[in-house]
């Protein structure tokens, strides 16, 4: 398990997984307020989007990885830099895979990579109350929790609350990848 960048030649996978994962991924899923027009779901846009935020430095595109084939995503969104040098984390991951530590795997190593190599200072991840999975996640690493974010993403066509984790870069001198522990 790992995770690699993001390619256009993913768009098959991505397409079939995305399809065969709705129902699981719809209630987690943001989606764009009415007034905001309709959205752009194709591979090609949401690709070409994500590679003009990466070249500006304020997106990363992963793609989680299993027996090297790809089973979900993660993506690095809102990067500052300047005095604030942060940046929020998103992710998914196919049904059929969770529950493998697939994800906690993903962020963990994302996070050092932005910690250590790039730079950053904060990571932030942003969780419905519901999403036991994803709360799991955060528990597993030892993220924070720093409060409630009150009608903070549109998902699912409603305004919705989310909790926040961070973790900063003195919080893990040794890299949230050695807080897993040996692979099981």
């Not at 909790?163 to 807080?179: I, K, S």
């Amino acid at each position: 398990m790992g995770v690699r960048p993001l390619r256009r030649r993913d768009a098959r996978t991505w397409s079939r997984l995305r399809a065969e994962n709705a129902d699981w991924l719809g209630p987690w899923e943001a989606t764009l307020p009415r007034e905001a027009g309709p959205p752009a779901t194709s591979y090609v846009g949401m690709i070409g989007t994500l590679r003009r935020r990466a070249r500006l430095g304020q997106a990363m595109p992963f793609v989680l990885t299993w027996d090297d084939e790809m089973v979900g995503m993660l993506t690095v969104n809102g990067i500052t830099w300047g005095s604030a040098r942060w940046a929020s984390l998103g992710y998914w991951v196919a049904k059929s895979h969770a529950g493998r530590s697939i994800t906690p795997t993903a962020v963990a190593l994302v996070s050092d990579h932005l910690l250590t190599t790039v730079g950053l200072h904060r990571i932030e991840i942003a969780i419905r109350p519901e999403n036991a999975a994803s709360l799991r996640v955060v528990e597993k690493l030892g993220f924070v929790e720093i409060g409630v974010a009150r009608r903070f993403l549109h998902i699912a066509g409603e305004w919705r609350d989310h909790r926040m984790f961070q973790v900063l870069a003195e919080d893990v001198p040794a890299g949230l990848v050695a807080r897993l522990g040996p692979p099981s």
